[in-house]
């Protein structure tokens, strides 16, 4: 890259002049002024023209801007990634710009041409950046630090003195001082020159880099990954093939064959709950109690547990608990009395005290009256439900735990809809070809207690609520890469540290012969303006040098030249 | 983990009033700082700080003694001008003495009580009364933790009681170690008073145990870290603006006006420290905190995987730490960068804290996420 600082190293052999010797502190790249680079050659020149601006520090600048801008409507605007259901909602009520966000993937941001573009071109410049910043700090350590500028005074910090030492055993004194506190130094001619602090350009280009292993585990991460989610009645189990899932999400690389062999059984869940004060209700705990095995082989089964926060490991995947509720357990009989029906059907909670909703149906209840009929069942779960519905909360719950559990459901008869062989939502009925029953004239409707069971009007049979089950829902998760990513995260905090905090710095000791014999010491250092301590050292330094150079009473307490010009 | 489900109502019921008695405490130290800075207009030394008064007495007896060893270090400052740093090494003792004269731009103003003598009593009370208050802070925050068994920072009301102890704690510290940190007492303590306001009025919540998200040594790490930086980055903040305002009075001088930024009276701007200082300090500030900015933000995300399975799901939280972070970044770059200095990074320095403090105030109050632990009603 041409707009950066040549090595400092191989003009090390001679006197430079000031400017060179102010020579920058980093290998960042000098920032051009924009009438250097206007293009005048064809394709060529406007790709080296393209190439220089987006590896320059003011577009990497604004790039980080616009990054962090782009990351803006994200945080305000449902995502379909973590919540298709809320992004559904809010299409539904805001149908004219609906389909504007849609166009701008203003529900996908972070997956969105835009986003990405903005990310892909500030690697595309990191890269142009440190790749050469590298090359050129190997270069810098190959080499010795630069000789002292003919001019000390014109540094930002300077001190001078008067020692009747002589001038080359200022220097080897010089030298070993600056060697003892760890700079590189190396005498030329009447002059030391010394570093140190290099460490903040390995730290620099150590953090750099990390953020592609960051890039790179994150890649990965999304094309050999996956998810899957499934819901666990109390006493039922999983075995990790793609049939089981409820809902599953794969990547180019995490099919159906890729998944790891592993199946756990959920033997119980429990809840605690806050029981008093003004955070009534309040989850405390949530524990599901299972039993998993590894590979093929189910009759090996280990105890485990997974909690919110303690996901189960195993065979390269992880279960997580992301949810739980409640089940009703009823049984349906017909005119005859047979059992057409029997078992828990999960309810999903509509609230925090776990008022659940759900449907019951009934697809094999058989023929009444000549003619196929099936029954559905729309309900809520209330697992401490209010002696009497409220006027204006209905049977919610008070509180989560099934304290006081009612099931409230109203009954349906006609066509389900299940044999049409479209995909149905199982916790609500399709009510296109049902019609509700009714009783005495009104809708038919009843709130039962567990043990308790209603007559279905019109001579449809019976129902019985014979208890509930608890369930809990997982995500099972395969996340190649989240170890790359750790790994180098670690390494960019470790390289800011050692960026922000360390300081590089030149120290230049020069003793010349002075008309009247003595000697002068002009000692000079150099640092980033951010840098105040570098004032502070090189006073610690000359100090310590005076041990080797005692002054001399002085005649005047001015510098030997007033310095002219700043550097900064 | 171990639950202990019980709340020892005594002991919240302490750390309220605790919490109350600080406020009134740091509301004194606030008048008292306010006096200070309205008496330390009196005088003419308010004005005339380049003598810095006793510092020379130092050099002087230094040198008297025959052995010593001197040197004057000459630093070239932005705005052309010089300033010195005088060290003095006594034989023998291995004491040094440092001594600092500045030249002309550059000059720090003396404090807030100039050199008047009332001014620097109501200073001192000011200091006294911020030292009780946290220490009644620190018996508040201590007994919220302790009435539920925990670390007291699991919903905003704790986070925020927290974030006003670390921000007065660090100045306290400055202090001690013999930093010339007086000037921030005022923003400092009302910053603190602002913050604890809030939290006793709207975020305030019944001291109560964790729900089951919150379950985890990453509590205590992730939180931890988020409650420095958020102390840190105010900090900065206030040197920020100051650095601004000071700027800004600057410009007004030269401009041949006699008032600082809002006609505000210029004895007060003197009396800050030159707005180089006050620049290089939130710099400094921002930089030292920014690695630990990063490690928080890495810490929640290895939180998220454990509880969410994902370390990474841009949950609205996630997504302004980030912004947060991108705009430091931003901010750091551009003072790397020739060019960037002085006013324009330090608008990008204000907008990064603005995004620190909409992911605390905004996102936890008006956006849903997964982040939903503030207790706010
Ligand atoms: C991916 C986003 C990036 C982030 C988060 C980032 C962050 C940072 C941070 C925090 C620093 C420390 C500031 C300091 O040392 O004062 C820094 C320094 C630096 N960055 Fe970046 N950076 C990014 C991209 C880039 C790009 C694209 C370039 C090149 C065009 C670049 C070039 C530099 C240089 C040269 C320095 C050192 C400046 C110096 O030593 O004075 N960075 N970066």
Redesign the pocket.
């Given at each position: 890259m041409s707009n950066t600082d040549t090595g400092t190293g191989a003009k090390a052999q001679q006197p430079l002049d000031d400017e060179a010797a102010a020579e920058r502190l980093?290998?960042?790249?000098v920032e051009e002024r924009p009438e250097d680079t206007v293009p005048s050659l064809g394709a060529v020149g406007w790709l080296r023209w393209t190439w220089r601006q987006l590896?320059?520090?003011r577009v990497?600048l604004i790039?980080?801007f616009l990054l962090s801008l782009a990351a803006v409507p994200g945080s305000l605007i449902p995502q379909t990634s973590s919540n298709a259901l809320r992004v559904q909602q809010w299409k539904a009520a805001h149908s004219v710009l609906a389909p504007l966000y849609e166009k701008l993937q203003l529900f996908d941001v972070y997956s969105s041409v835009w986003f990405s573009a903005i990310y892909i071109l500030?690697?595309v410049?990191?890269a142009?950046?440190i790749v050469p910043?590298s090359w050129q700090f190997v270069g810098v350590l190959r080499s010795m630090p630069p000789a002292a500028p003919r001019n000390l005074t014109r540094m930002p910090v300077y001190a001078t003195w008067r020692t009747g030492a002589a001038a080359p055993d200022v220097t080897a004194a010089a030298e070993r001082l600056l060697g003892g506190r760890r700079f590189r130094a190396h005498t030329l001619g009447d002059a030391v020159a010394a570093e140190k602090g290099y460490l903040r350009e390995v730290g620099?280009l150590l953090?750099?880099i990390s953020?592609f292993g960051l890039l790179i585990a994150m890649a990965w991460g999304s094309v050999a990954g996956g998810q899957g989610g499934k819901l666990v009645l109390e006493g039922q189990g999983f075995s990790n093939t793609m049939t089981q899932y409820d809902d599953f999400e794969g990547a180019a690389f995490y099919g159906a064959d890729d998944l790891d062999a592993f199946g756990f059984k959920l033997d119980g869940f429990s809840a605690t709950y806050q029981t008093k004060g003004d955070q009534l209700g309040t989850p405390r705990d949530f524990t599901a109690h299972i039993r998993y095995w590894t590979g093929t082989d189910n009759s090996r089964l280990r105890k485990g547990t997974i909690k919110v926060n303690e996901p189960l490991e195993v065979a390269g995947s992880k279960v997580y608990l992301i949810g739980h509720g409640y089940s009703p357990v009823v049984t349906v009989r017909n005119a005859k009395g047979e059992v057409v029906f029997q078992g828990p059907t999960p309810f999903l909670p509509q609230d925090n005290n776990l008022t659940s909703t759900g449907a019951i149906k009934v697809g094999d209840y058989g023929t009444k009256d000549g003619k196929k009929v099936q029954l559905g069942f729309s309900g809520i779960f209330s697992p401490t439900a209010p002696v009497t519905a409220s006027m204006t909360t209905g049977w919610n719950s008070l509180f989560p735990a099934a304290a006081d559990p009612k099931l409230i459901i109203t009954a349906y008869e006609g066509d389900l809809g299940t044999d049409a062989g479209l995909p149905q939502n199982v916790y609500q009925l399709d009510i296109a070809h049902m019609k509700q029953l009714s009783q005495d004239g009104n809708k038919a409707a009843v709130a039962l207690k567990p043990g308790q069971g209603w007559t279905l009007p019109d001579g449809y049979g019976t129902v019985s609520f014979d208890g509930y089950q608890q369930w809990a829902s997982f995500n099972i998760a395969h996340r190649p890469g989240n170890s790359v990513a750790l790994g180098s995260a670690a390494l960019a905090v470790l390289g800011?540290i050692g960026?922000?905090l360390i300081q590089r710095r030149r120290v230049w000791v020069r003793a010349t012969e002075a008309e009247d014999g003595t000697t002068v010491v002009e000692m000079a250092g150099l640092a980033?303006s951010e840098s105040a301590r570098i004032a502070e050292e090189l006073a610690e330094l000359a100090v310590a040098l005076q041990d080797d150079a005692p002054a001399l009473p002085e005649e005047s307490e001015t510098p030997v030249n007033e310095p002219t010009e700043k550097r900064g | 983990m171990v639950l202990a489900t019980a709340v020892n109502e005594h002991l919240a019921n302490i750390s309220n009033y605790l919490i109350y008695s600080a406020m009134a405490v740091y509301t004194l130290a606030m008048l008292a700082h306010c006096f200070e800075w309205a008496f330390g207009s009196r005088g003419a030394i308010a004005r005339r700080s380049a003598e810095q008064g006793g510092t020379l007495a130092e050099t002087v007896a230094a040198t008297a003694q025959p052995a010593a060893r001197k040197v004057t270090v000459t630093v070239a400052s932005a705005g052309g001008g010089t300033a010195t740093l005088t060290r003095t090494a006594l034989a023998g003792e291995g004491a040094t003495v440092v001594t600092g004269g500045r030249g002309d731009d550059e000059t720090d103003g003396p404090g807030a009580a100039g050199s008047d003598e009332q001014a620097d009593l109501l200073g001192r009370m000011a200091i006294s009364l911020t030292v009780l208050g946290l220490v009644l802070h620190f018996g508040g925050v201590l007994t919220r933790g302790l009435s539920v068994t925990r670390w007291p920072w699991g919903n905003m009301y704790e986070f925020s009681c927290a974030l006003a102890f670390t921000a007065v704690a660090a100045y306290l510290v400055l202090l001690a170690t013999g930093k010339k940190v007086r000037w921030l007492g005022l923003p400092v303590v009302v910053s603190a008073l602002l913050t604890l306001g809030l939290a006793v009025t709207v975020l305030y919540t019944d001291s109560e145990q964790l729900v089951p998200a919150l379950h985890s040594p990453f509590l205590a790490i992730h939180v931890t870290a988020a409650i420095i930086c958020g102390g840190a980055f105010h900090a900065a903040f206030v040197a920020t603006a100051l650095y601004l305002l000071k700027d800004g009075y600057d410009r007004r001088i030269a401009a041949g006006r006699t008032t600082g930024p809002l006609g505000t009276d210029a004895s007060i701007w003197q009396r800050l420290p030159s707005a180089g200082s006050l620049d290089k300090l939130a710099y400094r500030i921002n930089?030292v905190i920014?690695p630990l900015w990063t490690f928080t933000i890495i810490a929640g995300a290895i939180w998220a995987e454990k509880a969410w399975g994902r370390y990474w799901e841009w949950d609205p939280k996630e997504t302004w730490s980030f912004i947060t972070w991108?705009a430091y970044?931003a901010y750091?770059?551009a003072?790397?960068t020739a060019g960037w200095k002085g006013r324009k990074a330090a608008y990008l320095a204000l907008l990064a804290f603005a995004c620190f403090v909409f992911n605390y105030y905004g996102v936890n109050i008006f956006v849903t996420g997964k982040h939903s632990y503030a207790g706010v009603g």
């Open positions: 980093s290998t960042a790249p590896t320059s520090m990497a790039l980080l500030l690697f410049s990191l142009g950046c910043r620099n953090f750099h953020l800011l960026s922000l980033r | 930089a920014f991108v970044a750091l770059h003072r790397a």
